[in-house]
């Protein structure tokens, strides 16, 4: 199983864009309510691609830099890198299946 990480601006790097894995990063606040129901469907994404998939929360809050940088201008906003770059994002929090459907589409 695949844990879900926490990155800030401080490590952003090392744990996303110098992955040797893909990773879905969540950008997210934990004031935003509809943030709140992506977090359980991470878990299932977490499990169902275990360690083929990295997942990464960043709190938009304690990560300016980083937020800026990636331009999220939207909560939550999903992103998927490979490669070092970020190859594909979604905004809002959608279903289950949708989610499913975004990372293995991109994958």
Not at 55 to 79: F, G, H, Q, W, Y
Not at 81 to 102: V, Y
């Amino acid at each position: 199983m695949s844990k879900i990480i926490e990155v800030t601006d401080t490590n952003f790097k090392e744990a996303v864009e110098q992955s040797e894995q893909p990773v879905l990063v969540d950008f997210w606040a934990p004031w935003c309510g509809p943030c709140k129901t992506v977090a359980p469907m991470l878990e299932e994404i977490a499990d169902e691609f275990g360690e083929a998939l990295t997942i990464a929360k960043v709190n938009v809050d304690d990560s300016p830099e980083i937020t800026a940088r990636m331009r999220i201008r939207s909560i939550p906003t999903l992103a998927l890198f490979d490669d070092g770059g970020m190859i594909a994002q979604k905004t809002g929090a959608g279903s289950l299946g949708e989610l499913r459907t975004f990372v293995k589409g991109h994958l």
